[in-house]
């Protein structure tokens, strides 16, 4: 049995560990390697090496650090396949969607591309008399990353490339699930020129996690999953005096109006709902239908589009399935008690995708595409996220009833609204509380250069991932002020005829 071990200071290193945790292939329920389970010891040796190798990196100039990012990014292209087998393997999303990811993971490097002005602070001159002013944005020191399993490679590149670009060093714990990847990422990032020790992977269980937000080297925490979770890691990290962004659960609604395009909106909602299997934070949980009438052709509309949805493995040869496996058999099982909870508690099961068999793949992790009508919010399908390719139908007399439920709801990470008509999409721009918004957008995930991050207890700490916020993350600012005393003024007569460069 193969087995996956950390990757510290530019090298694979075997840990001591007689803990190890079996992945597996959700398409098909077969363990395909194992992974160690970090001692403390492992982690504490990551954290030495990176802050070890913070001084002379974090002194590197931002054009030599954005060089590495450049051919960073060139080896993400040049691998793209076999990191999109890997995803599939190890998470079960479709091979186009595993692609999809890296596309999006690696927007984010292309932005760290541009630390050099990304990372520039002010000037004024003049402030006072002879006094100038100048802020400087200097990296924090080692940094951790804890990621989840639904996005592998891009919830990681959310974070790692913005902190290692501003001079940061980087220790990754990846999810237990489907670790493959980062060790390979680690291995790419070695290739592009990064020094050893500036990114550093250790593989864990909560006993790795309580390291990193407990060692006082650590400086910052950024963390990607379920609430509870998020809850835990912000206190105890910032408990030990770090700075922690950790993202959380998400409920995400969309409002559809009578006036919007419904076949638009039919084949977003279906994407958005069912696509990666609903294994997305960004994933649209709840339609909110404003009347009867738009509610009655939605569903029967989303009932004819889920009868031609095909269910499968994530890598096939010939036409590609449009919904592979969830993760594991406890998150199946995990997803079929919330549908049973739907129906015991009176939703109207339109679509049951809980008897879901794909031929050759019989152990596979597959709950087919679900969907619910006549939701209401006291149930537990509305009120908890479940994570999977389970839809629920809402339905609500007036576009003000429809807000006001999802104002209400203990999530806001992202929502979206289906309509023709600009002031009402403006109206709910303004008004819905939540930190991404879509208009005829059913999963608003901005773009690298703006910043990802929803509200209420989908988010706790400050600042979000990636774009400015993850500059202003992962830097903390220095004001200058400057007064330089009268002198005598030094001429030099030495003339130089090559092109004067930064390096």
Known sequence: METIQNFINGQVIESNTDRFSPVYNPATGEQTRQVVLSTRSDVKSAIEMAQAAFPRWAK??????????????????????????????????VYSDAVGELTRGLEV??????????????????????VDSHSIMQPLGVCAGITPFNFPAMVP??????AIATGNTFVLKPSKKNPSLSLMLAELLKEAGLPDGVFNVVNGDKEAVDVLLTDPRVQAVSFVGSTPIAEYIYTTASA??????????????????????????????????????????????????????????LVSSLTKSIDTMTVGPGITEGKENDMGPVISAVHRDKILGYINSGVD???????????CQVSGHENGYFVGPTLFD???????????????????IVRAPDYQTALNLINQHQYGNGSAIFTRDGETARQFSEDVLAGMVGVNVPIPVPMAFHSFGGWKRSIFGPLNVHGNDGVRFYTRMKTVTTRWPASVRLETHSSHFTMPTME
């Not at 292309?110 to 006072?128: D, M, R, T, Y």
């Not at 409920?251 to 006036?259: F, G, Q, S, V």
């Not at 006549?374 to 629920?392: A, C, K, R, W």
């Open 240 to 297: 030990n005096g770090k700075r922690c962004q950790a993202l959380g659960g998400a409920k995400n609604h969309c409002i559809l109006m009578p006036d919007a395009d419904l076949e638009m909106a039919n084949n977003a909602i279906v994407g958005a709902g069912f696509g990666a299997a609903g294994e997305r934070c960004m994933a649209l949980s709840v339609v909110v239908a404003v009347g009867d009438e738009i509610a009655d052709k």
């Open 109 to 130: 490097v292309e932005f760290a591309c541009g630390i050099p002005h990304l990372q520039k602070g002010e000037s004024s001159a003049n402030v006072g008399s002879g």
């Open 157 to 162: 590149m959310w974070m790692f490339p913005i």
């Open 60 to 93: 590197t100039p931002p054009l030599r650090r954005a060089r590495v990012m450049f051919k960073f990014k060139s080896l993400l292209e040049a691998n793209q396949d076999t990191l999109a087998r890997m995803i599939s393997n190890e998470h079960g999303k």
């Open 374 to 392: 006549d939701v209401s919010p006291d149930m537990t399908i509305y009120q908890e996220e479940i994570f999977g390719p389970v839809l629920s």
């Open 345 to 355: 508690q009176g939703a109207k099961l339109v679509v049951d995708g809980r008897d």
